[in-house]
């Protein structure tokens, strides 16, 4: 198995490092995704047995593994023995967690660099980052303090970590606002929706950070104490911190895949059709090494573009567990590899690294209720 492996591995990460847009690229991703998921029902247990329950699929759209399969088996090629790093997801409302187990975190960090480079950090500026999140070290089965761990040290000049022993440090962060302003030094904030929620309820007025700055955030709007549309989140951000909405780019990523999707922003060359004065009109850009399509709920066989239906994730990062994913986020295909996502489906168990801030942050800030871009909700 191990020669085989290597082979499989060497050729994605190839693939992931140079692929394009193109209807080839298109076509090679397509023959990746039926290579590895075929050595992935040899080698995955857990994707095997699923297989035999649902079927092999086909050679276009094999059979995909559903996310909730993490919280109840082992999804991994290898022994736990080989695990070099494991992610576990949050948010779920049973007591049991879904875990991600690692043998090697080579393609991960190859598929976070070149997403965020493309999306992100486009203009190859060192920036102060402003993290809303612990580091990996606090929060070491965390995926996204991992990536945002990476982040630090492939495109930040320095970092400021705000999340402690108690919760997030408000002081810390209105004092690294304050010196963003007054030295005029572009910063990047960076957490998951409902850190920032709390941070904006508990922070007095406004700021007005200098040109350059943004704002990624991540996780979904809907916590267990409110919710928020996601276009308010949007525009409150941006209201509040003084930048030009294309500034604000969300992040749709989770623990079971190892690659991330972000907002079209103002780095991508897609962005001048994107009309930014208007939130509700963003979509997601998928990677080129990862398939996004929204399937029947019924059938689970994929739609046409405009059709809404539950999301799947074919993602050739994934060499270890399942390349094919099953999510229960509803989603729209757009035009030149775009999407829509539009949230989780209806019944869908809450989950996810914003709920875990939720969690948290809600006893240590009361809810603000002058704010009226937040509504009281369950």
């Given amino acids: 198995m191990h020669r085989e492996r290597e082979a499989l591995k060497e050729g994605i990460r190839a693939f992931i490092a140079s692929c394009g847009t193109s209807a080839a690229d298109r076509r090679e991703r397509d023959r990746w995704i039926d290579t590895l998921c075929a050595w992935q029902r040899q080698h995955v247990a857990a994707y095997a047995r699923w297989v035999e329950v649902r079927g ?3 050679a276009m759209w094999p059979t995909a593994l559903p996310t909730e399969v993490f919280r109840w088996a082992r999804v991994a090629a290898h022994d736990e023995s080989e695990d070099r790093r494991v992610f576990w997801t949050s948010g779920t409302t049973a007591a049991e967690r879904g875990v991600h187990p690692f043998r090697e975190l080579d393609l991960y960090d190859l598929a976070a660099h070149r997403a965020a480079k493309q999306m992100l950090f486009g203009d190859d500026r060192p920036l ?3 993290v809303l999140a612990p580091d990996e070290g606090a929060a070491p089965h965390s995926s996204l303090s991992y990536m945002l761990s990476r982040f630090a ?4 000049c320095r970092s400021t970590w705000l999340w402690g022993e108690a919760g997030l440090d408000l002081e810390a962060l209105a004092r690294s606002l304050d010196q963003a302003q007054r030295q005029n030094e572009p910063v990047g904030l960076l957490g998951t ?12 007025g406004s700021y007005r950070l200098p040109e350059g700055s943004r704002i990624m955030q991540t996780g979904g709007f809907k916590g267990r104490s ?3 549309e996601a276009p308010q989140m949007r525009a409150w951000l941006a209201e509040r911190f003084g930048l030009p909405l294309a500034a604000v780019a969300a992040e749709y990523g989770m623990t079971e895949m190892s690659s991330q999707l972000y907002e079209l922003n103002l780095f991508h060359r897609d962005a001048a059709e994107q009309n930014f004065e208007t939130p509700e009109d963003r979509v997601y850009l998928v990677p080129p090494w990862v398939r996004a399509t929204p399937v029947d709920p019924d059938t689970l066989q994929p739609l046409a573009e405009g059709e809404r ?4 994730i074919d993602d050739l990062a ?3 567990s399942a390349c094919a994913l099953q999510t229960a986020d509803l989603a729209e295909a757009l035009p030149g590899g775009r999407i829509r996502i539009l949230g ?5 168990s809450p989950r996810g690294c914003s709920l875990a801030a939720d969690d948290l942050l809600r006893e240590q800030f009361a809810p603000s209720q002058a704010n009226p871009s937040v509504k009281d909700g369950s």
Avoid: C, K, T, Y
């Avoid at 989780?344 to 869908?348: D, F, N």
């Fill in 56 to 58: 092999p699929g086909d």
């Fill in 226 to 228: 409110r919710e928020i």
């Fill in 128 to 130: 102060h980052l402003i």
């Fill in 153 to 156: 040290e492939w495109f930040a």
């Fill in 193 to 204: 929706s409902f850190a920032f929620v709390h941070a904006l309820d508990a922070l007095p």
């Fill in 318 to 320: 994934n060499l270890d």
């Fill in 344 to 348: 989780r489906a209806p019944q869908a």
């Fill in 309 to 312: 239906g539950l999301l799947r």
